[in-house]
């Protein structure tokens, strides 16, 4: 399920991220995480959301290492 909209999805077709020293990562396997789906991926305001709710240290978070699934996202100033 999506942490923004609520959206109930298989879990292969959502984006896992994890908060780790007040930054984004992908999940890389422990401790806790949290799935955003495609379309919340694509939304700016989502991650601007994800920022204040996980007291980030920055409300700008890159959305183009998102995008490819592949890379971490990096907080931005």
């Known amino acids: 399920m999506c942490v923004t909209c609520r959206k109930r999805s298989h879990q292969n077709k959502l984006l896992r991220l994890q ?3 007040n930054k ?9 995480s949290f799935y955003i789906c ?9 991650f601007i959301s994800i ?3 996980y007291n980030l240290q920055s409300t ?3 959305k183009e290492c998102v ?7 990096n907080a931005s100033s």
């Open 19 to 21: 908060v780790k020293n």
């Open 24 to 32: 984004l990562y992908l999940f890389n396997g422990s401790n806790r």
């Open 38 to 46: 495609q379309e919340c991926q694509e939304k700016q305001k989502t």
């Open 51 to 53: 920022a204040k709710r």
């Open 60 to 62: 700008q978070i890159t």
């Open 67 to 73: 995008q490819d699934g592949k890379n971490q996202t």
